[in-house]
């Protein structure tokens, strides 16, 4: 089973910031790792796919890098309605697996 | 547009039965493998199951223990999750996804919470 460890926990930071999100896996499984945002009371939505596609849809300040065992998420420009959890996940091999989240609040 | 569905969640005993459904419409359904995904605040997400697009293959996570089974008819666009020996640590969210091995989840239903609990 790959494991995925997402830091940091929560990240503090104020609207027009930069947030950097990672993602690190317990070992390599190729570029099938997506990000998705969850906010309260909804299920969460797909962002980037493969690493770094961007989902229909989803504006470009969100972009996602990385591979083999270190995935970033990164927003340019924080909007008021980002904050929320984010979690990576990968479904190159089963089981498919989930990081445990990152925090997203406004600082 | 893509919807999922859920349906039938509630409480049940330890130990009870609870069949999921989850109603597809928006897309050519039976050309995707489809999954089931649960959420709870102690342990996050954690995908359950998966299935071919016609049925044939199933996955499961080794953590379920063959209690569950998932299941489809293409016929009627929907997707199945038998849930017997329910634990309370069964306890959860339980999400209905396109998407699984190789394709991300690029589609959730709303959930359908399962309580277990005497």
């Known amino acids: 089973e790959i494991f995925l460890t997402q830091s940091p926990g929560t990240l503090s930071l104020s609207p027009g910031e930069r947030a950097t999100l990672s993602c690190r896996a317990s070992?390599?499984?190729?570029?099938?790792l997506a990000w998705y945002q969850q906010k309260p009371g909804q299920a969460p939505r797909l962002l980037i796919y493969?690493?770094?596609g961007r989902a229909t849809g989803i504006p470009d300040r969100f972009s996602g890098s990385g591979s083999e065992t270190h995935f970033t998420l990164t927003i340019s420009r924080l909007e008021p309605e980002d904050f929320a959890v984010y979690y990576c996940?990968?479904?190159?091999?089963?089981?498919?697996?989930f990081g445990q989240g990152t925090r997203l609040e406004i600082k | 547009q893509v919807q999922l569905v859920e349906s039938g969640g509630g409480l049940v005993k330890p130990g009870g039965s609870l069949r999921l459904s989850c109603a597809a419409s928006?897309?050519?359904?039976?050309?995707?493998?489809m999954s089931w995904i649960r959420q709870t605040p102690g342990k996050g997400l954690e995908w359950i199951s998966y299935?071919?697009?016609?049925?044939?293959?199933?996955k499961y996570a080794a953590s379920l223990k063959g209690r569950f089974t998932i299941s489809r008819d293409n016929s009627k666009n929907s997707l199945y999750l038998q849930m017997d020996s329910l634990r309370p640590e069964d306890t959860a969210v339980y999400y209905c996804?396109?998407?699984?091995?190789?394709?991300?989840?690029?589609?959730w239903g709303q959930g359908t919470l399962v309580t277990v609990s005497s």
């Open positions: 299935i071919s697009n016609s049925g044939t293959y199933t």
């Open positions: 928006g897309f050519a359904f039976s050309d995707h493998y």
């Open positions: 996940q990968q479904y190159g091999t089963s089981p498919l697996t």
């Open positions: 070992q390599s499984f190729g570029n099938y």
């Open positions: 493969d690493a770094s």
């Open positions: 996804a396109k998407g699984s091995i190789a394709a991300p989840i690029d589609s």
